[in-house]
């Protein structure tokens, strides 16, 4: 059953009537309405259509957290092959808010990191949300150091609303596992490419989102900090929430033109939970072009064209 967010409702109603309609339209005394059904169907599509060519940054924030939005491991099944997960980080423990291992994509060996938040109550409590702790970070480090050893280049999927904040966290270094985890991906010889699947929430998402290549879903998000908690820093209001979103320009459409990002995936009209097949396809075709930009290039050179392109970013409007 889908799930309509708030400002979807116009749709939510026109696809009831579609709904209503066709289930009328199966019965074996229904009149012929084979013609009405198609119009109210367009109608609906239209409308759809009009209102995801709009959306505010408030409202790619909620289809960001959408609950039927594919997640890390939908998009690990639907583009890897011979996926073998790695657990822990040979220190303290093994977080599951961080999905790790080796793979095949599109026939080439390569390392996956990705962000789980989970999909319902178990498995959200089991994620953690998708938030990372330390222990988390450091499974990331190790992978990216085998991925260094073995000459494999490394996936990221980006899907958090931040690290995990709680004390504990604090207790075991939260800042510095953050901090070497984006060391590691900076300094990888081998090329790495992250998209941003859903939120990309501050320094969380960073830890194994600086790479060569970062792209964005359609209507996902990359900031600093989330809208609520930007707001409640801002104004000491996190119910200016919309406010802090529309300043921050947090969608991938801006992020694009300031140069912070380097390409945005399409997503089905209505965004990827209507169709996470075709969402899934269109990452991996882009996925695999930004991998393909640095196939032929020697370590040094990717690790300098990663470099310049950090470092090149507030220079260009």
């Not at 270094?173 to 953050?178: D, L």
């Not at 990663?306 to 090149?312: G, I, V, Y």
Request: hydrophobic fraction near 45%; include cysteine; aromatic fraction near 6%.
């Amino acid at each position: 059953m889908a799930a309509y967010l708030d400002f979807e409702k116009p749709v939510a109603e026109l696809e009831a009537k579609v709904e209503d309609l066709r289930a009328l339209s199966e019965r074996e005394d229904s009149p012929p309405i084979g013609e009405e059904l198609a119009k109210l169907q367009g109608k609906a599509a239209k409308a759809l259509a009009d209102l995801y060519a709009s959306l505010t940054p408030w409202q790619k924030t909620q289809v960001a957290r959408h609950p039927q939005r594919p997640h890390c491991l939908d998009y690990i099944r639907g583009l890897i092959e011979d996926f073998t997960p790695l657990a822990g980080d040979r220190k303290f423990a093994d977080d599951e808010a961080m999905v790790g291992g080796l793979g095949r994509f599109r026939g080439q060996s390569v390392a996956i990191l990705g962000q789980e938040k989970g999909w319902d109550t178990a498995t959200r409590i089991k994620h953690n949300f998708g938030m990372v702790k330390p222990e988390g970070y450091r499974k990331a480090v190790r992978i990216m150091e085998l991925a260094e050893r073995f000459g494999l280049p490394v996936l990221s999927f980006v899907d958090t609303a931040g690290a995990f904040p709680g004390v504990e966290a604090e207790e075991r270094g939260q800042a510095e596992a953050i901090a070497r985890a984006t060391e590691a991906a900076l300094v990888l010889s081998t090329p790495n490419v992250a998209l941003v699947i859903g939120e990309g929430g501050s320094g969380g998402a960073l830890g194994i989102a600086a790479c060569n290549s970062v792209l964005m879903m359609e209507h996902a998000i990359y900031t600093v900090a989330s809208p609520e908690a930007s707001a409640s820093i801002l104004w000491r209001d996190s119910q200016r929430a919309q406010d802090a979103a529309t300043n921050m320009k947090i969608t991938a459409q801006d992020l694009l033109r300031f140069g912070i990002i380097d390409g945005v995936v399409g997503e089905p009209v209505g965004g990827a939970h209507r169709d996470p097949s075709a969402a899934i396809g269109a990452a991996g075709d882009a996925m695999d072009k930004a991998l393909a930009q640095f196939a032929s290039l020697p370590p040094d050179a990717v690790r300098t064209a990663r470099e310049e392109k950090f470092l090149a970013i507030g220079r260009k409007v």
